[in-house]
């Protein structure tokens, strides 16, 4: 498979949009696309990582090339579930992934994928309307130190230790420290979080971890 061209900054701020509400959905939606995020521009060399926390985690394993995840497991919360590819919609806006009884996670395939150099984005359902409680209904319990594995299209894994999990309101979206560059395969996890304001959640529940184990 050929590798995407990687989004330019404007492109990525626009995909943004759609997560700001990623795992939000209630019967019928399908993506968001009504506020533009703010974002905080990381500095580089303040001794902290694009999560913030300026935390030590475990040594990075040695980075692997392109393949496409296609499971996705999270132990300290039971997650293990099938991950379906998503792009943009035919506005420019990122897909989330469909409301159904069988509720998967969705990698954005503009991002790199899991273990590659740079952040794999990977969004999920709070709730899936009619249905109840989504793929990643209990995101915000992660802490640090916990394990993420994302199970690879040729046979492979990678293993990620969390770093950092953030809640932020969606007038705060860091858009910055999601999709912009880094230098070690690292790994962003989205959905929704806070208070339900109406139909809708405040906040994004933003997890970030690092590569720490590799396996064939």
Not at 162 to 177: C, I, Y
Not at 191 to 216: H, K, M, Q, W
Request: hydrophobic fraction near 35%; proline fraction near 7%; aromatic fraction near 4%.
């Amino acid at each position: 498979m050929t590798a995407p061209r990687p989004l330019s900054r404007r492109a990525f701020a626009t995909a943004t949009l759609a997560a700001l509400l990623a795992g939000c959905a209630e019967e019928g939606a399908g993506r968001q696309d009504d506020a533009a995020p703010g974002s905080r521009r990381r500095r580089d060399g303040d001794g902290a990582g694009a999560d913030g926390s300026g935390a030590a985690t475990p040594n990075s394993a040695r980075a692997l090339g392109r393949s496409t995840p296609v499971r996705l497991r999270i132990p300290a919360i039971e997650v293990d579930t099938p991950v379906i590819r998503l792009g943009l919609a035919r506005d420019g806006t990122v897909e989330v992934p469909p409301i159904t009884a069988d509720d998967r996670a969705g990698w954005y395939r503009h991002s790199p994928t899991p273990g590659q150099v740079g952040p794999s984005v990977v969004l999920g359902h709070v709730t899936v309307g009619k249905y109840g409680d989504g793929v990643f209904r209990d995101l915000g319990r992660l802490r640090r130190g916990d394990r993420i594995v994302a199970g690879r299209e040729d046979g492979s894994s990678a293993e990620f230790t969390v770093s950092a999990v953030r809640t932020v309101a969606k007038a705060d979206f860091p858009a910055d420290d999601v999709y912009g560059d880094v230098d070690r395969p690292e790994l962003r996890l989205i959905t929704c979080g806070g208070p339900r304001e109406g139909e809708e959640y405040r906040d994004n529940v933003i997890v970030f971890a690092r590569l720490s184990a590799t396996s064939s």
